[in-house]
């Protein structure tokens, strides 16, 4: 089966695989702790706790193939970014079926050895929140390596001295291919290991790689896949391993529009990371010429996720013609299982060079912005069907009008 006919194939059959006790947008540790159990009663499959985060709770790895090639695969480093966390029990699914794909399947467990650690940082899982139990961001502690999770991390990638690092995140809904309208849904990097943005053999298999994930996500979302900014961090994870000889590849779970919940980037990262295997038992990667990689367009933020333009607003006896981009806040609720939003206005002025995930041309109509300029909620916009615009701020309204030619 070639390439593309199986990347095909595996999207249409992605149902039968995916983990559906699983959500993609908030995964806590007792699930998985669940799913890692269910998942000892399988032989081909080794399950081992790495150790334990700052509030106690077990660190596990996943083991499984019997190649030479060792690839090492992390989820929620940031607890608040779950989608890749799911993605990888649906491979472990995938791996524990038997089916069509056996051929696929038989090859790359005998040429990998693949190492998942899902939910590095289950306390900020626990929370939904970036850091761990002490606000660090773990991806900024691969140098001093002060927190337990961080020391986790860095130990078994020191003892195992995998081929391959999968730095699996999620970004936020505001980053564009290029500087098009079209949402990032993934992001690809290939971390550098200056600030010069240095090339070599290692960074170079990274590129290789991750253009062919590219190629294999064209087939299905051709305008949604953007290059995540090679700025140099030196305290990243991603960047040290390169450092120290681990081709390292960081997908970034984004946004695709009418995809509220991140299902549909959850099966994105699911054809990704097989077709990044795929070409890894192969080793067909090689093939490819890494400057390549830099066709892939880089992600820009230009994005909000309401913008109004052209409104007409008066101060001071002048009259000004203005945008106005809205932003929402995700934030846990207090069931823990539910989220609410909260909006603001992000920006005001000259927004020709952005763009609405919803947007509104409200050209001959009038707006009083009192302060501040906080939306509680910017579900309860609504335009009336009598011309009037208005949204609950918290202490009154925004009112638009419109404007009597």
């Known amino acids: 089966m070639n390439s593309i006919r199986l990347y095909k194939n595996l999207f249409d059959q992605y149902e039968k695989y995916r983990e559906t006790t699983l959500n993609s947008d908030i995964v806590k540790h007792s699930e998985i702790t669940q799913k890692l159990d269910?998942?000892?009663?399988?032989?081909?499959?080794?399950?081992?706790?790495?150790?334990?985060?700052?509030?106690?709770?077990?660190?596990?790895?996943?083991?499984?193939?019997?190649?030479?090639t060792k690839i090492l695969a992390w989820s929620q480093m940031h607890g608040d970014e779950p989608t890749a966390t799911a993605a990888l029990f649906d491979i472990i699914s995938f791996f524990s079926t038997d089916d069509s794909f056996n051929d696929f399947r038989s090859f790359a467990l005998n040429k990998i050895n693949f190492h998942f650690i899902p939910m590095l940082n289950p306390d900020g899982a626990e929370k939904y929140k970036r850091g761990n139990a002490f606000n660090i961001d773990i991806n900024?502690?691969?140098?001093?390596?002060?927190?337990?999770?961080?020391k986790i991390l860095w130990n078994y990638a020191e003892k195992l001295q995998p081929d391959f690092g999968f730095n699996l995140h999620d970004q936020n809904s505001y980053y564009t291919v290029g500087r098009t309208n079209n949402p990032a849904a993934i992001s690809l990097l290939a971390p550098p290991i200056n600030h010069v943005k240095s090339i070599d053999?290692?960074?170079?298999?990274?590129?290789?790689?991750?253009?062919?994930?590219?190629?294999?996500?064209?087939?299905?979302?051709?305008?949604?896949?953007?290059?995540?900014?090679?700025?140099?961090?030196?305290?990243?994870?991603?960047?040290?391993?390169?450092?120290n000889k681990i081709s390292s590849i960081l997908i970034e779970s984004g946004f695709y529009k009418n995809d509220k919940s991140k299902n549909f980037v959850r099966k994105l990262n699911f054809i990704a990371?097989?077709?990044?295997?795929?070409?890894?038992?192969?080793?067909?990667?090689?093939?490819?010429?890494?400057?390549?990689?830099?066709?892939?367009?880089?992600?820009?933020?230009?994005?909000?996720?309401?913008?109004?333009?052209?409104?007409?607003?008066?101060?001071?006896?002048?009259?000004?013609?203005?945008?106005?981009?809205?932003?929402?806040?995700?934030?846990?609720?207090?069931?823990?299982?539910?989220?609410?939003?909260?909006?603001?206005?992000?920006?005001?002025?000259?927004?020709?060079?952005?763009?609405?995930?919803?947007?509104?041309?409200?050209?001959?109509?009038?707006?009083?912005?009192?302060?501040?300029?906080?939306?509680?909620?910017?579900?309860?916009?609504?335009?009336?069907?009598n011309g009037i615009m208005e949204f609950e701020i918290l202490n009154g309204f925004i009112n638009a009008k419109e404007v009597k030619k």
């Open 38 to 68: 269910n998942l000892k009663q399988k032989n081909n499959f080794k399950i081992s706790q790495l150790g334990k985060s700052v509030e106690g709770r077990e660190i596990f790895s996943v083991e499984f193939g019997q190649g030479k």
């Open 140 to 150: 900024r502690d691969a140098l001093r390596k002060v927190s337990f999770e961080s």
């Open 201 to 243: 053999y290692t960074r170079e298999q990274s590129m290789q790689v991750i253009y062919k994930i590219f190629e294999a996500l064209s087939i299905f979302v051709p305008d949604n896949i953007a290059r995540y900014s090679d700025e140099h961090e030196p305290r990243s994870f991603g960047d040290n391993f390169v450092k």
């Open 273 to 385: 990371m097989l077709a990044a295997f795929d070409t890894i038992s192969q080793i067909n990667f090689t093939k490819i010429d890494y400057t390549k990689y830099f066709n892939i367009p880089e992600n820009q933020q230009l994005l909000f996720d309401l913008l109004l333009r052209n409104l007409s607003f008066k101060c001071e006896g002048n009259n000004f013609t203005i945008d106005i981009g809205i932003k929402r806040e995700k934030m846990l609720d207090k069931n823990e299982k539910t989220f609410n939003y909260k909006s603001k206005i992000a920006e005001i002025g000259d927004l020709s060079i952005y763009y609405g995930i919803e947007e509104f041309d409200l050209k001959g109509y009038e707006i009083n912005l009192p302060t501040p300029l906080c939306v509680e909620d910017a579900a309860d916009f609504k335009i009336l069907k």
